[in-house]
């Protein structure tokens, strides 16, 4: 899709992303470099290609559509010959039940793709506007299943020797590397974080982390094993005849339009050597807050916070929760030249251009406390230390904090509130924790679901009760609490959703709370078959209040302070993840699921 300069600064100035210095700045480098504006604005990050896409898909009055690769059938899909939909860069998503075709195009304006698609596919054929990089992502599902190629790759491999390795076995145009390059391609495809691969006694486990669940997607041979661990360790400059200790390393993969980093770490295992690889998308933009699922106090709390000019925000949850997200989104955002950010991380997950990241190194000395105390020498106005461990650390930055200094940082604990007697535990005294922490977010990832995918399931009363207590919806007064709530969330900007996911209308006048919840788990298919795509936050922000300090320095419960937080209006994560089951977003099953522990 190419889009005249003129109608890129059309569309910039109605979006109101970029003020009229930003859109200046922009147009005199468009003159330097002589390269289209709309590659010189993208490039820049002022809008991301999505956004311009929208804008450009309203301007002309051609729906915007954006395709899960993943969900594409392949019946459907191959309707049009692969060598023509990549000349066009055109995809066949969908066939209606009255046989309408759906195409997505980069190029709606293109009179030649046009006229040869109604003559393959009839007259009958209704035109969306997509992204290049979506169509490019599409346009790879004309591939066979990863199984299947697979299969051809490994047949042609010769490699009999479990543990003998050769140059030629993990050389670049090898089996073994093609085996490697397709296990990373589909997993990116697939939307996957993690892949592992794992030996047994008589094979190799492939599974992919999707929406934080583990699946296993194919079964190797165990012949290949060493070398396929070989050429991952090649790729990420690893000792390759080390098979006896652990070994963490990176490397960088291009699929498509994306830059991805692979972060690899290999285990010795009773039967052989696993391999765990975290995938990062470097070329992914940052969200906001809204897009990551804060609204309403949560939002406007955390807003407030940051706007200090020192004190600690702290971000709780588990591993896998989205902490290292939030801090990635909320740092890209205070990112400026006037700025000094720096960071002490293990790992650096995502890089940010112009934050000066350090990477943790036990071995060379460099721990958490050592960093910190090395950053604090570099004139710095932030301060993000990627995990609280211990007393020395946490001293450190309670004095960072204490000193001028807006420090960022996170904690395994379990909710908001139990991360301030946990501070304690470290040996910090009371009064400092009062005085230097601002706000303390805690957080979970709850899967989302797709409306057109949702089955109906009745849970009998015994389920209805232990919902009711986990949300605290034991009474009608609870349930109007709810309910307020909803009617806030329904007016909060970042809830926009697809059409006939709102639900509100449903719970205006519940007669009880149990057919509130009936109601709720059905309609969101709780229990049943429903599909989901992706995962979305649910969140509790604490700010530290008087009466909380009050709380805090007589070494109050976590109980005590939860107490409180609630009776100042906190909204806790069970309700936030309410709320959003009522908007339609997830189910009350998948809020329950990552909130139990507590």
Request: aromatic content about 4%; overall charge negative.
């Amino acid at each position: 899709m190419r889009i005249s300069d003129g109608l890129v600064i059309e569309l910039l100035k109605k979006s109101r992303k970029v003020n009229d210095e930003l859109l200046h700045a922009l147009m005199e480098q468009q003159k330097t470099e002589k390269k289209p504006l709309q590659d010189v604005v993208l490039r820049s990050n002022a809008i991301s290609e999505k956004e311009l896409t929208q804008l450009y898909a309203a301007e002309i009055g051609v729906p915007f559509v954006e395709i899960v690769p993943r969900n594409l059938r392949k019946e459907v899909l191959k309707l049009i010959p692969e060598h023509i939909a990549r000349q066009y860069s055109v995809v066949l998503f969908d066939v209606t039940l009255d046989g309408a075709k759906l195409l997505a195009m980069e190029d709606p304006d293109d009179v030649q793709a046009l006229n040869f698609l109604q003559k393959q596919l009839g007259a009958d054929i209704k035109i969306h506007v997509a992204t290049r990089s979506n169509i490019l992502s599409a346009l790879d599902q004309y591939r066979g299943n990863i199984t299947s190629e697979l299969t051809q790759v490994i047949a042609s491999d010769t490699t009999q020797d479990e543990e003998e390795v050769s140059e030629e076995d993990v050389a670049e145009d090898s089996p073994i590397a093609q085996t490697v390059n397709l296990i990373i391609d589909y997993a990116i495809k697939q939307s996957s974080s993690d892949i592992h691969i794992e030996p047994r006694e008589d094979y190799v486990s492939i599974r992919y982390r999707v929406d934080g669940q583990l699946k296993e997607t194919n079964r190797l041979p165990k012949k290949v094993l060493a070398a396929l661990v070989s050429r991952i360790k090649i790729l990420s400059n690893l000792k390759i005849d080390e098979r006896r200790a652990p070994q963490d390393g990176r490397f960088k993969v291009a699929i498509g339009s994306g830059q991805y980093a692979l972060r690899v770490s290999t285990l010795p295992i009773a039967d052989g050597e696993k391999v765990a690889m975290r995938i990062l998308d470097e070329s992914s933009k940052p969200s906001t807050l809204e897009e990551l699922g804060f609204w309403g106090t949560n939002l406007e709390r955390l807003e407030h916070a940051l706007t200090r000019p020192h004190g600690m925000i702290l971000f709780t949850g588990p591993t896998g929760s989205g902490k290292s997200t939030s801090l990635f989104s909320i740092l890209s955002r205070l990112n400026q030249p006037s700025v000094n950010i720096s960071t002490v991380e293990d790992p650096v997950e995502y890089k940010i251009p112009g934050v000066n990241q350090v990477q943790v190194n036990p071995v060379a000395g460099m721990t958490f406390a050592n960093g910190l105390r090395a950053l604090l020498r570099q004139d710095p106005n932030i301060i993000m230390v990627g995990e609280i461990r211990d007393g020395e650390t946490a001293r450190l930055a309670v004095q960072a904090a204490l000193t001028g200094h807006l420090v960022f940082s996170t904690l395994h604990t379990n909710n908001a509130a139990t991360c301030l007697p946990r501070l304690l535990d470290m040996g910090i005294e009371p009064f400092l924790i009062a005085s230097t922490v601002r706000a303390i977010v805690g957080q979970r990832l709850v899967r989302k679901l797709v409306p057109e995918g949702i089955e109906s399931y009745t849970p009998d009363e015994a389920t209805v009760k232990r919902v009711g207590i986990a949300f605290g919806v034991e009474n009608q007064e609870d349930m109007k609490r709810i309910n307020q709530l909803e009617i806030q969330a329904m007016s909060a900007n970042s809830f926009k959703f697809p059409a006939g996911t709102h639900q509100a209308e449903a719970f205006a006048q519940p007669s009880t709370t149990e057919t509130t919840i009936k109601k709720l788990w059905r309609m969101n298919g709780t229990g049943g078959a429903s599909s989901f795509r992706g995962r979305m936050g649910i969140y509790e922000v604490l700010t530290i209040s008087p009466d909380l300090q009050k709380l805090i320095i007589s070494n109050g419960t976590s109980e005590n302070i939860q107490d409180q937080a609630i009776k100042e209006g906190m909204t806790t994560m069970q309700t936030d993840g309410f709320i959003k089951a009522l908007r339609g977003q997830t189910t009350l099953e998948e809020v329950m699921r990552v909130t139990s522990e507590r």
